[in-house]
């Protein structure tokens, strides 16, 4: 039973780790492209993960593909906002048939602090006294 699920499992992962590797490859910019990345690497390398575990069937296995999993859940989507946040900040121009910026004119360039929607003027952060 348990070595049926772990194949599964790793069918699964392996999978989601070859969509993300399409999607890395075919998306049109950095945006989808990370999106593609973190969402289907991150889910995939736990399904592997989830799967060696049973595999192995060993508590000390379990642990690190535990600990393995715990991490990636916490520090990818982290990773994926700090690159997103310094593509879009330097300038890297979003794919042409992106329907909305919502962050177009909310950003001060200087500070990098986002205003608030009613602090808008004319799409504009307005200036502090």
Not at 7 to 17: A, D, K, N, P, S
Not at 34 to 58: E, W
Request: proline residues 5%.
């Amino acid at each position: 039973m348990a070595g049926d699920l772990s194949q599964v499992f790793l069918l699964i992962g392996t999978l989601f780790m070859f969509l993300a590797a399409l999607g890395v490859a075919r998306m049109p910019d950095i945006f989808t492209r990370m999106h593609a990345s973190t969402k289907s690497a991150t889910l995939g390398v736990g399904c592997l993960m989830l799967g060696a575990a049973l595999h192995f069937n060993d508590i000390g296995v379990s642990a690190r593909a535990l600990a393995v999993i715990v991490f990636l859940f916490i520090t990818a989507p982290v990773a994926a906002h700090m690159i997103g946040r310094a593509a879009y900040f330097s300038g890297v121009p979003l794919w042409p048939g992106t329907l909305s910026d919502e962050l177009k004119g909310r950003y001060d360039l200087g500070t990098h602090a986002l205003a608030a929607p009613d602090q808008i003027h004319n799409g504009l952060p307005e200036e502090k006294n």
